[in-house]
T-cell receptor
Framework: AQSVTQLDSHVSVSEGTPVLLRCNYSSSYSPSLFWYVQHPNKGLQLLLKYTSAATLVKGINGFEAEFKKSETSFHLTKPSAHMSDAAEYFCVVSERAAGNKLTFGGGTRVLVKP | DTEVTQTPKHLVMGMTNKKSLKCEQHMGHRAMYWYKQKAKKPPELMFVYSYEKLSINESVPSRFSPECPNSSLLNLHLHALQPEDSALYLC?????????????FGEGSRLTVL
């Protein structure tokens, strides 16, 4: 069975400082991993995806994530936070053995202080 | 701007009403999804249509009835709902032949059941 744990339900950063959102997953096979962002009263938007190619994945808006199989982690980072990064972030896993069904983490709410 | 369009954005209905949520995409995607999202929670999968056929029903109560009239349209018919059905209903689509989990979401229809 697959599962996803986002280690922080809330993260508060100052504008211009780095952002780190932590995600650990459990999967029986080689998973595909994703980060989605949801701004207030909006739908979800794909930030980036890992699909067994390069372990360091670059996404939109300056975000990147590193797949570490030994640590079963897929943490999301950004070097310098912007006010527009304030949103909810979801780490998502998908694996073929689960019928390609998506499993969402509980979400991390990011607050950016000016 | 999202390329998955959902209407209406807001809907208030009584428990005896019949209403419908609509979703439209013109990206040529052949898989379409309904998700339900409660406040401060991740989205929960309700239904998946693949090539206009219902492929997944996540044991959703029959008061929710999906319909896929063609490859661009997805409806969710609502009847005799309960107050606990109040939520944000998200439609999503995904193109054929791409990595599973790469979904394009609409902005959602916020439903309030009185």
């Amino acid at each position: 069975a697959q599962s996803v744990t986002q280690l922080d339900s809330h993260v508060s950063v100052s504008e211009g400082t780095p952002v780190l959102l932590r995600c650990n997953y459990s999967s029986s096979y080689s998973p595909s991993l994703f980060w989605y962002v949801q701004h207030p009263n909006k739908g979800l938007q794909l930030l980036l995806k890992y699909t067994s190619a390069a372990t360091l994945v670059k996404g939109i808006n300056g975000f990147e994530a590193e797949f570490k199989k030994s640590e079963t982690s897929f943490h999301l980072t950004k070097p310098s936070a912007h006010m527009s990064d304030a949103a909810e972030y979801f780490c998502v896993v998908s694996e073929r053995a689960a019928g390609n069904k998506l499993t969402f983490g509980g979400g991390t709410r990011v607050l950016v202080k000016p | 701007d999202t390329e998955v369009t959902q209407t209406p954005k807001h809907l208030v209905m009584g428990m005896t009403n019949k209403k419908s949520l609509k979703c439209e995409q013109h990206m040529g995607h052949r898989a379409m999804y309904w998700y339900k999202q409660k406040a401060k929670k991740p989205p929960e999968l309700m239904f998946v249509y693949s090539y206009e056929k219902l492929s997944i029903n996540e044991s959703v109560p029959s008061r929710f009835s999906p319909e896929c009239p063609n490859s661009s349209l997805l409806n969710l018919h609502l009847h005799a709902l309960q107050p606990e059905d109040s939520a944000l209903y998200l439609c999503a689509s995904s193109p054929p032949g791409t990595v599973t989990g790469e979904l394009f979401f609409g902005e959602g229809s916020r439903l309030t059941v009185l």
